[in-house]
């Protein structure tokens, strides 16, 4: 006999970054981060778990390709779920023994890898999210996020819809180092993302080891740990409440820059950003000033894509500004090109058309729900 459970998890993008760990094997963080939750319509994860008395050991298929199981992080996580589903058994006995058996565990992304795209997060909140239904734990989204977190740490924040943040916490047992919803995505459902995926081939520094070497290095990263993104969040808190983008979408570039910032301060320094990301920060301020305010923010993850938020009544000059510079790239083949414009006041010569070599796909989405169960695979 097999028990089956699957759940998809969503793609998270940080407005306030997660950079540096104060204890590297439960990832628990040297700051409190927020971020929102992007449609699941166009990046997920599903995740089917099995599990049965025959299985003779866990195993794991991402994409049709099978994993080693036997990494601390996914180890981190499969414990403690069983360890949840055991309690529930010795409560009950009628209830088969599956924190006994085996897993086996089958993971797809309706995204394309090579995009570049951190799956991680989605990966591990799905893994997550399928297995705790698999076992009918009683624990919260909250609660399942403290284990989803030991997978990877921003995995935790794809455990909510829409508006989230990741509670930094302080306890040495990680108890309170959570996530929690700010607002779910009904509260500001216009908020829009296109995903600019830069094409690079070169293998950046890994986000779990680059943060390590800028906590060790980076006095830089003291400042902005300490002084920097204590006073932001409670703004970027207060900005989601209000629906206030221009203070949204400033802080999110300030915190990229910030970011960013502490990674060429770390020694030997890090670069995730390339001339092509540059050129994108430079084309949104240019936007953003003939228009004479925020309508669009940028935002860069450990890797050079960029990631641009704007409210959908702004699509018009966004994506028109992007798609001036972009019309050749895969990815807007949804998109009337007849109703996007420049803004006056945009020069020309700022539509850099060398970006457009730069970048191999534009992915358009928008702030979306949490995991979901799923029926089918
Ligand atoms: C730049 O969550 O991938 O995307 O906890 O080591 O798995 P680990 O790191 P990870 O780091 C994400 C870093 C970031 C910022 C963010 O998502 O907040």
Not at 28 to 51: A, F, G
Not at 217 to 241: C, G, H
Not at 291 to 306: E, H, L, S, W
Request: some cysteine; aromatic content about 8%; hydrophobic content about 35%.
């Amino acid at each position: 006999e097999i028990y089956t459970a699957s759940s998809s998890a969503p793609v998270n993008i940080a407005v306030l970054k997660y950079w540096g760990k104060r204890d590297t094997n439960l990832n628990l963080p040297t700051n409190s981060s927020i971020s929102v939750t992007l449609s699941q319509k166009d990046l997920r994860t599903l995740t089917t778990v099995n599990s049965s008395r025959n299985f003779e050991k866990d195993s794991l298929y991402l994409n049709g390709v099978s994993h080693s199981i036997e990494n601390d992080r996914t180890t981190n996580c499969l414990e403690q779920l069983r360890s949840l589903r055991q309690q529930l058994e010795e409560d009950d006995p009628n209830l088969p023994k599956l924190s006994q058996w085996k897993l086996h565990i089958i993971s797809e992304n309706n995204f394309p890898t090579a995009a570049g795209l951190a799956s991680s997060a989605a990966g591990f909140a799905a893994m997550v999210a399928a297995i705790s239904k698999l076992y009918e734990l009683p624990q919260d989204a909250s609660e399942l996020s403290r284990i989803a977190r030991k997978g990877s740490g921003s995995a935790c924040r794809s455990m909510f819809g829409g508006y989230v943040a990741w509670e930094m916490g302080e306890k040495l047992d990680g108890t309170d180092s959570k996530a929690v919803q700010i607002a779910p995505p009904e509260h500001w459902p216009n908020m829009k993302a296109a995903i600019c995926i830069v094409s690079d081939l070169k293998k950046d520094v890994s986000s779990t080891s680059g943060m390590q070497t800028t906590v060790q290095t980076s006095e830089l990263f003291q400042y902005r740990v300490n002084q920097v993104v204590p006073p932001r969040y409670s703004q970027m808190v207060d900005a989601i409440k209000n629906r206030d983008f221009e203070t949204f979408g400033t802080l999110t570039m300030k915190d990229s820059n910030s970011f960013h910032a502490t990674c060429l301060d770390s020694y030997p320094p890090i670069f995730y950003l390339t001339d092509t990301s540059k050129k994108i920060i430079k084309l949104i301020h240019t936007l953003n000033d003939a228009i004479g305010k925020v309508v669009a923010a940028y935002t860069f993850d450990a890797g050079p894509n960029a990631v641009i938020y704007y409210e959908s009544e702004n699509e018009e000059v966004v994506l028109g500004v992007l798609f001036g510079v972009l019309s050749n790239v895969d990815g807007w083949n949804e998109m009337n090109s007849a109703t996007l414009k420049v803004p006056e006041g945009v020069p020309l010569s700022s539509l850099d058309s060398t970006i457009a070599s730069g970048v191999s796909r534009v992915i358009l989405t928008q702030v979306g729900e949490g995991p979901k169960e799923s029926d089918m695979f």
